[in-house]
């Protein structure tokens, strides 16, 4: 029987998870480690029959007409909204994500970009090798303390869970928003205008939906504290960066600290690459070498279920009777 062909979107992706499919499927690999453009997708995953994608591939109406033989995505992120669940489920696609795996290494990367901002780490390392440290100041490089500060967390979901359990360290008053998570013995739940009042740390957390898009605009910024950090490592378009970049810009906040932004990879010619109170990583959270194994691994284990026609465990389209491949 011919075997399935899987094809993945990047190279040099860690971890077992590859091998593992190599024992059931031909696997076609993307030849670099930069994913394909949209425009190179539809020619690479011709013939293919599961694909491992990763949050930068958008796989939506377009490209999914073009691809009759595919049964199967995993993908290997928790975040999905570059998946179109609903073409997927209308055209009988199984998809899958990867969740409970990177929770606790994207927590530990938004706190060291909380840190990071709140007490100017990067203005501070840049300082010591430029020579411009002379003595100490009294008045030097001053940040925000964040012991006994206000956590507020917008999503409260594992990973922003995971962000609150670590604020206990810091003596912190934690609260949070949330449309389906009530408050718990870590966080009170209050409003969206409350938590951006109160909060000297405000960290985004939630999914990007229509909803969520530009949740974070000037009127809102403007709830915010002078004295405030705002850290995104959910999905950039849920804060208006034009609006975020004048808010820095003019000091209407404190800091802040981003993972993720509306259109990535952001070059140098980016206006937030101006402001020394911006702390920017190039979508970095879950980047440990363990978990983005897991990562892959978990798409593999979805990807192997389907081709061998069951459900996938972390399956996003529950509606879709698993196929068998001919
Ligand atoms: C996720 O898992 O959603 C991370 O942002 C990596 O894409």
Not at 121 to 147: C, H, K, M, P
Request: aromatic share 4%; glycine share 8%; hydrophobic share 45%.
């Amino acid at each position: 029987m011919k075997r399935p062909t899987i094809a993945v979107t990047r190279n040099g992706l860690p971890g077992v998870g590859i091998q593992r499919l190599a024992d059931v499927a031909e696997i076609n690999v993307w030849p670099d480690n930069v994913g394909p453009t949209a425009e190179q997708l539809s020619e690479f995953l011709a013939g293919a029959h599961g694909l491992l994608s990763m949050s930068q591939d958008v796989i939506g109406e377009e490209l999914l007409d073009q691809l009759p033989d595919l049964v199967a995505v995993g993908q290997a992120s928790a975040g999905y909204n570059n998946l179109d669940l609903g073409a997927l489920q209308q055209r009988g696609i199984q998809a899958s994500n990867c969740p409970g795996v990177l929770m606790e290494t994207t927590a530990d990367f938004t706190w060291a970009l909380i840190l990071a901002a709140s007490r100017r780490i990067i203005e501070a390392d840049t300082a010591v090798r430029s020579g411009e440290w002379v003595n100490v100041q009294f008045d030097y490089l001053l940040g925000q303390d964040i012991y006994g500060a206000t956590l507020g967390v917008i999503g409260y979901g594992q990973i922003g869970k995971a962000v609150a359990r670590r604020a206990a360290g810091f003596g912190m008053n934690v609260v949070h928003a949330s449309r389906s998570t009530e408050s718990d013995e870590i966080s009170t739940r209050v409003t969206l205008e409350e938590l951006l009042t109160v909060s000297d740390v405000v960290s985004i957390h939630t999914a990007l939906t229509s909803e969520t898009r530009h949740l974070i605009t000037d009127e809102t910024l403007a709830l915010m504290k002078p004295t405030a950090v705002l850290v995104n490592a959910s999905r950039g378009p849920v804060v208006d960066e034009t609006a975020l970049y004048k808010a820095l810009e003019r000091r209407q906040i404190f800091a802040a600290g981003l993972d993720v932004f509306e259109i990535e990879p952001i070059g140098p010619d980016n206006p937030l690459t101006t402001l020394p109170n911006a702390v920017l990583a190039p979508h970095l959270a879950s980047g440990s070498l363990a978990t983005r194994s897991r990562m892959v691994d978990m798409a593999a284990t979805n990807l192997r279920a389907a081709i061998e026609g069951a459900a996938m465990p972390n399956t996003l389209t529950p509606n879709v009777t698993p196929r068998t491949i001919s």
